[in-house]
């Protein structure tokens, strides 16, 4: 079958123009063709459809091959030009070359010209996939790869060219740092295969929530960015509103099972005032953080001075520290024991592992000032293994070398969330476990009762297998999440610890003291042991014992202790 040959031919004789499609014909080809004279004609004949090959003779009463030639490379420049003339110089020739035509003949010489075309279109097809190629590699370069969104880095350009716009001509703009609050669920839930798709589908619903002239950016992981470009904070906070709402009206189903989402978003103007790119971003996210913190599912709004914003720069401030803390080996471990609430003196005393941090000057940091950023910031893993190395060979140095006794009680390690959906966790603990030497059933790991919720099935997974070893499992701050007591059916657990913000009330407030007796009755029934948290007094133990607690543990029984400085480590019975 005849190849079809879409060819424009410039050439003011029409009989020459049938001979060149005549020769074309000859050699194999089926053309359809269009013959201009005029530089208006070959413009529109340009602009109507794509033309395969130019064919443009030299000289002609009204126009000529070097304007032939310009407009083709000006607009179409994968197009291939070939000027066939009756008489044509050499220096005119090398010069057509050097401009971008293709190639040369004489009319009364068109035995070349089929060779010619076949090696033109040959070349042409390669410089469009070239071109194509680099097209994709400049797209690559600017755009996600997963949402086709633009990048960070491309973000981040924009960003400096809006903020020079603002100081250079008064131009007020706004960022948005958005943060996706359910996405770990989701990813944790279904695979990282479900994550992707809500990716893509959340980028699709995005592009109809902005304007022309705005920017839409995955900054990384489950973050995006907004840039709305020429745009008052009080539109800024409209457009953020509808980007809350439209998420969480959003049902990502995944096999027939639908997910809620919801969004937190940082909201920072652009204005002559505005620092830097750097700082931009850094506001942003202190904001979203904020937002976080204050519930999730709302827009907060950049402003200077902000409380709960210095309070969340703090934060970002612990995140160096922290590292740089794990890097110097700065972190203590304390203990604090947990007593029978019925006859605790003489009793086998469990103990739970606390964390301090020693600052350069010798000063001593308590976890409530780095916990959240660490949380936050996504250090938390790290902390925990630290945690775990360091109290395994505490252990291993009183238990290790020797067969443990018959009752050594339960020695509590706090773990994240986090935590559990790292894969190669467990087996961390499984080789911690060996080579220290230790009788898994003395260690107790425990988890908020909030974090195993929101990980409920990572959770259930991992105190199977911490069990199936032999280690214990408790549930803190139990009672802090108002769930369900139906979840005491699902995850397998040893002890619960009842929040304290429940203990420390039950001599003042009723409702405290029912749902504290609430916990410890339907504890019991499921063979789950009791520990009371923040016990501070002596009226207070002696409440728990007519409640029927098991356990207790707070400063009025004993208060932490950093192992470092114990010289006689352990006295178990």
Same mark, same amino acid.
């Given at each position: 079958?005849?190849?079809?040959?879409?060819?424009?031919?410039?050439?003011?004789?029409?009989?020459?123009?049938?001979?060149?499609?005549?020769?074309?014909?000859?050699?194999?080809?089926?053309?359809?063709?269009?013959?201009?004279?005029?530089?208006?004609?070959?413009?529109?004949?340009?602009?109507?459809?794509?033309?395969?090959?130019?064919?443009?003779?030299?000289?002609?009463?009204?126009?000529?091959?070097?304007?032939?030639?310009?407009?083709?490379?000006?607009?179409?420049?994968?197009?291939?030009?070939?000027?066939?003339?009756?008489?044509?110089?050499?220096?005119?020739?090398?010069?057509?070359?050097?401009?971008?035509?293709?190639?040369?003949?004489?009319?009364?010489?068109?035995?070349?010209?089929?060779?010619?075309?076949?090696?033109?279109?040959?070349?042409?097809?390669?410089?469009?996939?070239?071109?194509?190629?680099?097209?994709?590699?400049?797209?690559?370069a600017y755009h996600d790869a997963l949402t086709d969104l633009v990048n960070r880095s491309e973000f981040e350009r924009r960003l400096a060219q809006?903020?020079?716009?603002?100081?250079?001509?008064?131009?007020?703009?706004?960022?948005?740092?958005?943060?996706?609050?359910?996405?770990?669920?989701?990813?944790?839930?279904?695979?990282?295969?479900?994550?992707?798709?809500?990716?893509?589908?959340?980028?699709?619903?995005?592009?109809?929530?902005?304007?022309?002239?705005?920017?839409?950016?995955?900054?990384?992981?489950?973050?995006?960015? @907004? +840039?709305? #470009?020429?745009?008052? /904070?009080?539109?800024? !906070?409209? &457009?953020?509103?509808? *980007?809350?709402?439209?998420? =969480?009206?959003?049902?990502?189903?995944?096999?027939?099972?639908?997910?809620?989402?919801?969004?937190?978003?940082?909201?920072?103007?652009?204005?002559?005032?505005?620092?830097n790119v750097s700082a931009m971003l850094s506001h942003a996210d202190m904001a979203c953080y904020a937002a976080k913190g204050q519930g999730r599912?709302?827009?907060?709004?950049?402003?200077?001075?902000?409380?709960?914003?210095?309070?969340?720069?703090?934060?970002?401030?612990?995140?160096?520290?922290?590292?740089? @803390? +794990?890097? #110097?080996?700065?972190? /203590?471990?304390?203990? !604090?024991? &947990?007593?029978?609430? *019925?006859?605790?003196?003489? =009793?086998?005393?469990?103990?739970?592992?606390?964390?301090?941090?020693?600052?350069?000057?010798?000063?001593?940091?308590?976890?409530?000032?780095?916990?959240?950023?660490?949380?936050?910031?996504?250090?938390?893993?790290?902390?925990?293994?630290?945690?775990?190395?360091?109290?395994?060979?505490?252990?291993?140095?009183?238990?290790?070398?020797?067969?443990?006794?018959?009752?050594?009680?339960?020695?509590?390690?706090?773990?994240?969330?986090?935590?559990l959906s790292d894969q190669s966790f467990f087996e961390f603990i499984h080789e911690k476990l060996q080579q220290y030497e230790l009788a898994a059933?003395?260690?107790?790991?425990?988890?908020?009762?909030?974090?195993?919720?929101?990980?409920?099935?990572?959770?259930?997974?991992?105190?199977?297998?911490?069990?199936?070893?032999?280690?214990?499992?408790?549930?803190?701050?139990?009672?802090?999440?108002?769930?369900?007591?139906?979840?005491?059916?699902?995850?397998?657990?040893?002890?619960?610890?009842?929040?304290?913000?429940?203990?420390?009330?039950?001599?003042?407030?009723?409702?405290?003291?029912?749902?504290?007796?609430?916990?410890?009755?339907?504890?019991?029934?499921?063979?789950?042991?009791?520990?009371?948290?923040?016990?501070?007094?002596?009226?207070?133990?002696?409440?728990?014992?007519?409640?029927?607690?098991?356990?207790?543990?707070?400063?009025?029984?004993?208060?932490?202790?950093?192992?470092?400085?114990?010289?006689?480590?352990?006295?178990?019975?």
């Amino acid at each position: 079958m005849e190849p079809p040959l879409r060819v424009l031919i410039v050439e003011d004789s029409e009989n020459d123009a049938l001979l060149l499609v005549r020769e074309l014909r000859r050699g194999g080809y089926a053309p359809t063709f269009h013959r201009v004279d005029t530089s208006e004609s070959m413009h529109a004949a340009l602009a109507r459809q794509p033309w395969d090959l130019v064919i443009t003779d030299h000289k002609m009463p009204r126009f000529d091959s070097n304007a032939a030639l310009a407009m083709v490379k000006e607009g179409y420049p994968d197009t291939p030009v070939i000027i066939v003339s009756g008489s044509i110089g050499e220096e005119f020739a090398v010069a057509a070359m050097k401009a971008g035509a293709q190639d040369y003949l004489m009319k009364g010489n068109l035995m070349r010209l089929v060779p010619a075309v076949e090696r033109e279109l040959r070349e042409a097809e390669t410089r469009r996939a070239r071109r194509r190629a680099e097209d994709a590699i400049r797209h690559m370069a600017y755009h996600d790869a997963l949402t086709d969104l633009v990048n960070r880095s491309e973000f981040e350009r924009r960003l400096a060219q809006a903020l020079s716009s603002a100081k250079e001509r008064g131009l007020s703009h706004a960022l948005l740092y958005m943060d996706l609050d359910q996405f770990k669920l989701i990813n944790d839930t279904c695979g990282h295969v479900a994550g992707d798709e809500l990716l893509r589908q959340l980028a699709v619903l995005f592009q109809d929530l902005v304007r022309g002239n705005d920017t839409l950016a995955r900054l990384g992981g489950d973050e995006f960015g @907004a +840039l709305l #470009e020429s745009c008052p /904070l009080e539109h800024a !906070q409209q &457009i953020a509103e509808d *980007f809350r709402r439209t998420i =969480s009206d959003f049902r990502f189903v995944w096999r027939d099972k639908p997910f809620g989402i919801c969004v937190s978003i940082g909201l920072v103007p652009i204005t002559a005032h505005s620092a830097n790119v750097s700082a931009m971003l850094s506001h942003a996210d202190m904001a979203c953080y904020a937002a976080k913190g204050q519930g999730r599912n709302r827009v907060h709004v950049y402003s200077e001075g902000d409380e709960e914003l210095a309070r969340r720069h703090g934060d970002m401030q612990w995140v160096s520290r922290i590292r740089q @803390a +794990l890097e #110097e080996d700065r972190f /203590l471990l304390y203990r !604090q024991a &947990i007593v029978p609430v *019925f006859s605790p003196a003489g =009793s086998t005393a469990n103990f739970e592992f606390l964390i301090r941090l020693r600052e350069n000057d010798g000063s001593i940091i308590g976890p409530a000032a780095f916990i959240a950023a660490a949380e936050h910031y996504n250090l938390m893993p790290a902390l925990d293994r630290w945690v775990i190395e360091h109290a395994f060979a505490y252990l291993g140095e009183v238990y290790g070398q020797a067969p443990p006794p018959q009752n050594p009680g339960a020695f509590f390690i706090n773990l994240s969330g986090t935590s559990l959906s790292d894969q190669s966790f467990f087996e961390f603990i499984h080789e911690k476990l060996q080579q220290y030497e230790l009788a898994a059933s003395m260690i107790c790991f425990e988890i908020t009762e909030t974090a195993a919720i929101c990980n409920l099935g990572k959770a259930v997974e991992f105190i199977k297998e911490i069990r199936e070893v032999g280690c214990k499992f408790a549930l803190d701050d139990f009672g802090s999440g108002l769930s369900s007591f139906s979840y005491l059916k699902t995850i397998p657990v040893d002890f619960v610890k009842i929040d304290g913000s429940f203990v420390r009330n039950i001599l003042n407030d009723p409702m405290d003291r029912a749902i504290v007796e609430a916990i410890n009755e339907i504890c019991h029934v499921a063979g789950i042991r009791t520990v009371a948290e923040f016990v501070e007094t002596p009226e207070i133990k002696h409440e728990l014992q007519t409640i029927g607690v098991d356990y207790m543990q707070g400063y009025g029984v004993s208060e932490p202790e950093p192992i470092a400085t114990l010289d006689d480590t352990i006295q178990p019975d």
